[in-house]
């Protein structure tokens, strides 16, 4: 500690100074010697810290707070890299700002410490405040192969910086909660049925982020990040999985069955999710409300022959439906070669207009499905999409998810395709976000996720009262054959 004093006056000592500021290094220089001589005197390590935190708040404008001594000397270090003289061989120019956006004034000013693009050196850590980030983008994306099309999805995606955080939080948090899942399963807290999500997060992202809160969504099994997505909490959803009281479903649907408002399930007959999505399509029509269904189903569900029978219906009756396939390579067990003649699923509708989305990108499947959702609700009938991703897991957790593919193919992926990371170096290297900002809310989300775990693992389980609940909608009585003449079950809703 005594060398870091004297290291943390000679920073300050070497500090650029202009006019006007003369007294603020003053009063840095005398911090720094009066934490020198507290130190020789043993001072009391909380009369450190207090001094180490005072400066600190001076120099870099922010509000340090109660920290331990390691991460005030981590603070301490990157000021020193900051203010240290340029090597030599750095004479580039510097690296000027963007222009701050027009500041309201309900605008945030709070300062933060952010990293920048590195140069020669080492890292640069700055003090500045919310408006100094870039506020818009504009970026290419993968151009969407189309069938029976005359137009295309955009080949630009505009960003706002609010709109990134929000869609990095939303895929994070998936992320985050189907690793707990998996943990939670490995421990056998969760039993029986369950598919992960992980991986395929920028599908139900960005598909989220271009329809409404009123249009409509059913999926298949693999439905957690759907579940969040349309507004259940993370405690429900995983409480759900552990079949207690607190789920979503009160415990009795596990992880298949979870239901929201405009949101119709998972559900666990493969395929069987699309002819009820084209009757969802069908009551939007006839209610006349301008609504879109949204109907998820995976390349293993693809070649079921009540997907063409729906298709059929919705291009007869032109139904405002997006029929969506996630094809993420595999089904259960084998490739999508094994398994279809033909994999080009956006053209499996035939006479149903088709796009093909890279599903790796939240910004190419938030652009597609916008382009989606104006073609139904332009009355052209049903539309079809195919996601091309891919999942971290296998089928179930009963797959190992290496006996047909590789680890290496699985670590190829995360390494150059993985939708979190792709999204959260797009907003750095455009200077929308700041690292230090991703790891407050990656810090968050953990907690969050922990917090929800802890709820899904002490709640208790359904009564057996409640065994025949929630069947009927209008509280029909429900009589048992074979029990007891005397004792009748009644349904409560």
């Known amino acids: 500690m005594f060398s870091w004093c004297h290291f943390f006056a ?70 020193v890299n900051l203010t240290s003289p340029a090597s030599p061989a750095s004479t580039r120019t510097p690296r000027q700002p963007p222009k701050p956006p027009p500041v309201s004034a309900g605008a945030a000013a709070e300062p933060l410490v952010s990293d920048l693009p590195h140069r020669p050196g080492g890292r640069v850590v700055v003090s500045r405040s919310f408006a100094d980030f870039t506020p818009q983008a504009t970026f290419d994306i993968k151009k969407c192969d189309v069938h029976r099309l005359e137009e295309a999805p955009p080949l630009k995606a505009e960003l706002t910086r609010e709109q990134g955080l929000q869609y990095y939080r939303t895929m994070q948090t998936v992320r985050r909660m189907e690793l707990k899942a998996d943990q939670l399963y490995k421990q056998k807290i969760i039993r029986g049925f369950c598919h992960l999500y992980d991986g395929q997060e920028a599908c139900a992202a960005g598909i989220e982020a271009s329809i409404n809160s009123s249009d409509h969504l059913i999926t298949a099994y693999r439905a957690h990040g759907y579940t969040f997505t349309r507004g259940v909490s993370i405690r429900e959803i995983l409480a759900e999985l552990t079949g207690r009281k ?79 396939c996630e094809n993420n390579q595999y089904g259960m067990g084998t490739s999508m070669e094994r398994a279809s003649a033909s994999t080009d699923y956006y053209k499996r509708g035939d006479f149903i207009p088709g796009i093909r989305v890279d599903g790796m990108d939240v910004l190419c499947v938030r652009e597609a499905t916008k382009f989606a959702a104006d073609h139904c609700r332009a009355g052209k009938g049903p539309i079809i999409m195919e996601l091309q991703t891919y999942r971290y897991h296998g089928h179930s957790m009963s797959d190992p998810g290496v006996s047909y593919r590789t680890r290496e193919e699985i670590q190829e992926v995360r390494s150059k395709s993985d939708p979190i990371s792709l999204l959260k ?43 025949c609940n929630h069947i009927f909608f209008n509280n029909p009585p429900l009589e048992v054959r074979g029990t007891n003449p005397w004792s009748k079950l009644k349904s409560v809703s």
């Not at 006007?20 to 009391?44: H, I, K, Y």
């Not at 929201?260 to 399930?265: E, K, L, S, V």
């Not at 976000?433 to 929800?452: H, L, N, P, Y």
């Open 246 to 324: 607190g789920g979503v479903a009160k415990g009795k649907g596990g992880s298949m069955h979870m239901y929201a408002p405009h949101f119709y399930g998972g559900n666990g007959i493969v395929g069987a999710q699309v002819p009820l999505g084209a009757g969802i399509a069908l009551a939007c029509q006839y209610q006349g409300n301008n609504e879109v269904c949204v109907t998820l189903y995976g390349d293993g569900a693809a070649n079921q022959g009540q997907l063409f029978e729906a298709f059929n219906m919705a291009a007869l009756w032109k139904l405002p439906c997006i029929f969506i």
């Open 10 to 79: 000679g920073a300050i000592s070497r500090t650029d100074t202009k006019p006007g500021v003369l007294s603020d290094r003053q009063r840095f220089t005398d911090d720094a010697r009066l934490l020198t001589s507290g130190v020789r005197s043993r001072c009391s390590m909380k009369n450190m810290l207090t001094i180490i935190s005072n400066a600190l708040c001076r120099m870099t404008g922010r509000n340090v707070g109660a920290q331990t001594v390691s991460e005030l000397l981590i603070d301490l270090s990157e000021y």
């Open 425 to 467: 170096d797009r907003m750095l290297s455009n200077n929308m976000a700041s690292v230090v900002e991703f790891k407050e809310i990656d810090v968050a989300i953990r907690k969050e996720v922990e917090d929800a775990a802890q709820f899904a693992t002490s709640d208790p389980e359904p009564p057996l009262e409640e065994l």
